[in-house]
C-alpha cells in the first residue's frame, strides 16, 4: 500500500498526457503552434462517405501474361528460323499454342522455347500435344501468384490514385482473394471516384498498320481499335506490338495548350522509354503513330520528325477536370488488371450526425448508470472507482488520438463495453475487501489481502480478453477490426487505471486519514 512520490507522480503524469492528447478532439489548432496536432478520425458509418466494393478482373490478368508470353514465343521462334501458324490463347485453360511448320521443326521449336524467360521453373510447362500442336501452359501456382501480386498492386494503385484527388482519411483494404474495399468518409458523391478507380489506365505506344484492307480484315498481330472520341473516326488496325510502354512515364500534369487554348496532358519518359521513343519515331517518319489508352486510340498523329527529348503531349478535346483525372491515374500507375465495382453505398452526413447523437448519448448514459451504481453500492471506494473510469476512457480517447486511429459505431461500442470491463474489476477489488473486512480484519490489512488476491483474477481474465481480440483484429475486417481494437486498447487502460491509479487513491486516502472502518 506504499508508493513513493516518483511513481506517484509516473502514474498521475500518464493521466495528464492522457489528458493533453485528448485536446486536439475538442479544439481547433491555434496558427501559431507548429507541434503535429493529432485527431480521432470518424469513420464512414459516423461521418457519411462513400463504400465501394471492388472486383480485380483476375481472368483478364491471366489472358495479358498468355498474350505477353506469345510475343515473346514468336520472337524466340523468328530468331531461330522456326515457322508457325494458328496461333491460339485460351485463357480458360491458360494455354498458348501453335503448330509448327514442319514435322522436322517441332523437336527444334520444343528446344527453342525452353530458353524463354520465367520467374520460377514452374511458372509454365512447354509440351508437344497429340494433334501436333506446341502448348505452353502456366501453372495454377504461377497464375495464383500473379493474382496476389495483382491484388497487392491493385491496392497501392487505388491508393496513390485516391491520394492525388484529395479525399481525406480513405479506408482502402482487402477482402478475400480477389476484392478491395474502398471507404471513402466525406465524399457523398461517389461517382468521379468510381470512373477514376475504375479505369485500367495501361497506356501504350504502338504504330499503326498503313494496309487499308487490314481495315476491315486485320491480319494476326493486328487488332481494330476504336477511337477514344467517336467524333474522331473509325476504328483502325494497331499492331500489338507495343513500342513504347506507359509503364515508363515518370509524370504526367494536365496543362493548358497555348496554341489553342486547349487543355492537354503533358508526359514524360525515364531513360529507357525515352530511348525506345527515340527510336522508333525515328525509324518511322511518316507513319501514323497511335497513343492507346485501355484500348481506345486517344490520338493517332503522324512522326513528322524525331522526338529525342524524352516527354511529349496529349490533346483529344479534353476538359481541365478530365485532363487532371487523365494525369493522376497515369502518375499513379496502371492498374495489373480492370476495377469492377460489386457494391456501392453512399451514407449521407446527417444519418452520420445522428449515427454520433446515439453512439454519445448511449456511452454517456451508461458512464452515469454505471457511475451512479458504483457510489451506491461502495460509497467513497465508489467515486474512487468512477475517478479511474474517466480516466480510463481519457487515456482510450488519448491512444486513438496518438495513432490517428478511425472511429467507427462499432468501436464506439467497444468503448462503452470496455466501461463494463473495467468497473468489473474494481467490483472485484472492492469485494474482497469487503469479504476481508467481515472476517475482522484491520482496514489496512483488508485493503492489502484485497488488493492482492482480486489483482491475479484480473489480470488473468483480462489477458485472456487480450489474446481473443487481438486475433480478432488480425482476422477481421472493417467494422470487426475497429471493435476489436478499441477493446484491446481498453483492456490495456484498464489495467493501468484499475491496478494502478483507483489503488493510488485509495492508498492516499488511508494514508491522509488513518480511518478505523472502511466504506465498504
Not at 475486417?477 to 494502478?500: D, Y
Request: aromatic content about 6%; glycine content about 8%; overall charge neutral.
Amino acid at each position: 500500500m506504499y508508493y513513493s512520490r516518483l511513481k506517484l507522480a509516473s502514474v498521475l503524469g500518464v493521466c495528464l498526457l492522457g489528458l493533453l492528447l485528448c485536446l486536439p478532439n475538442g479544439i481547433r489548432k491555434p496558427s501559431s503552434l507548429s507541434i503535429p496536432w493529432r485527431q480521432i478520425h470518424l469513420g464512414l458509418d459516423l461521418r457519411g462517405g462513400s463504400y465501394l466494393l471492388m472486383q480485380v478482373d483476375l481472368p483478364s490478368l491471366t489472358h495479358d501474361r498468355l498474350q505477353t508470353l506469345s510475343e515473346n514465343m514468336r520472337d524466340i521462334l523468328l530468331q531461330n528460323h522456326l515457322g508457325y501458324q494458328d496461333f491460339r490463347i485460351d485463357a480458360d485453360n491458360a494455354t498458348v499454342s501453335f503448330l509448327p511448320r514442319s514435322a522436322e521443326e517441332t523437336q527444334a521449336g520444343l528446344k527453342a522455347l525452353e530458353t524463354l524467360p520465367r520467374l520460377s521453373a514452374a511458372e509454365f510447362t512447354v509440351v508437344r500435344q497429340d494433334n501436333g500442336r506446341i502448348a505452353l501452359t502456366l501453372s495454377p501456382e504461377s497464375i495464383a501468384t500473379h493474382a496476389r501480386e495483382a491484388v497487392t498492386q491493385s491496392i497501392e494503385i487505388v491508393r496513390r490514385r485516391i491520394d492525388g484527388t484529395g479525399a481525406i482519411d480513405p479506408e482502402i483494404t482487402r477482402q478475400g482473394d480477389d476484392r478491395i474495399v474502398v471507404e471513402l468518409p466525406g465524399i457523398s458523391d461517389p461517382e468521379r471516384i468510381k470512373a477514376l478507380l475504375g479505369t485500367t489506365a495501361k497506356m501504350s505506344f504502338r504504330l499503326i498498320d498503313a494496309n487499308p484492307l487490314h481495315t476491315t480484315y486485320p491480319p494476326t498481330g493486328v487488332q481494330l481499335l476504336s477511337m477514344a472520341n467517336p467524333a474522331d473516326g473509325p476504328a483502325l488496325p494497331v499492331y500489338d506490338h507495343v513500342d513504347v510502354d506507359g509503364a515508363d512515364l515518370t509524370n504526367a500534369a494536365a496543362t493548358l495548350d497555348p496554341k489553342n487554348n486547349e487543355w492537354a496532358v503533358s508526359f514524360a519518359f525515364n531513360s529507357v522509354g525515352a530511348r525506345a521513343f527515340a527510336s522508333v519515331t525515328q525509324a518511322n517518319v511518316g507513319q501514323r503513330f497511335a497513343i492507346v489508352l485501355d484500348n481506345k486510340i486517344i490520338e493517332a498523329p503522324v512522326i513528322r520528325t524525331p522526338i529525342t527529348g524524352g516527354d511529349g503531349q496529349i490533346t483529344g478535346g479534353f476538359t481541365a477536370q478530365k485532363a487532371t483525372d487523365l494525369a493522376l491515374m497515369l502518375r499513379a500507375g496502371a492498374l495489373p488488371a480492370p476495377l469492377s465495382v460489386v457494391e456501392q453505398r453512399s451514407i449521407g452526413p446527417s444519418l452520420g450526425a445522428d449515427s454520433i447523437r446515439a453512439g454519445m448519448i448511449s456511452l454517456g448514459v451508461g458512464f452515469a448508470l454505471v457511475v451512479a451504481f458504483m457510489v451506491l453500492f461502495y460509497g467513497r471506494f465508489g467515486w474512487y472507482a468512477d475517478i479511474a473510469l474517466l480516466a480510463n476512457l481519457v487515456l482510450m480517447a488519448a491512444i486513438l488520438s496518438l495513432f490517428e486511429a478511425t472511429l467507427t459505431l462499432p468501436g464506439m461500442a467497444g468503448m462503452l463495453l470496455t466501461l463494463g470491463m473495467a468497473v468489473d474489476a474494481n467490483i472485484l477489488i472492492n469485494e474482497r475487501i469487503r469479504e476481508e473486512v467481515a472476517r475482522g480484519r484491520t482496514p489496512l490489512a483488508a485493503m492489502q489481502a484485497g488488493f492482492e488476491r482480486a489483482t491475479s483474477t484480473i489480470v488473468d481474465s483480462n489477458a485472456t480478453a487480450l489474446l481473443a481480440h487481438v486475433m480478432l483484429f488480425v482476422f477481421g475486417t472493417g467494422p470487426v477490426r475497429g471493435f476489436a481494437l478499441t477493446i484491446t486498447i481498453g483492456i490495456v487502460t484498464t489495467l493501468f487505471t484499475t491496478l494502478l491509479l483507483s489503488r493510488i487513491l485509495m492508498a492516499r486516502w488511508y494514508a491522509l486519514t488513518r480511518p478505523t472502518s472502511l466504506p465498504v
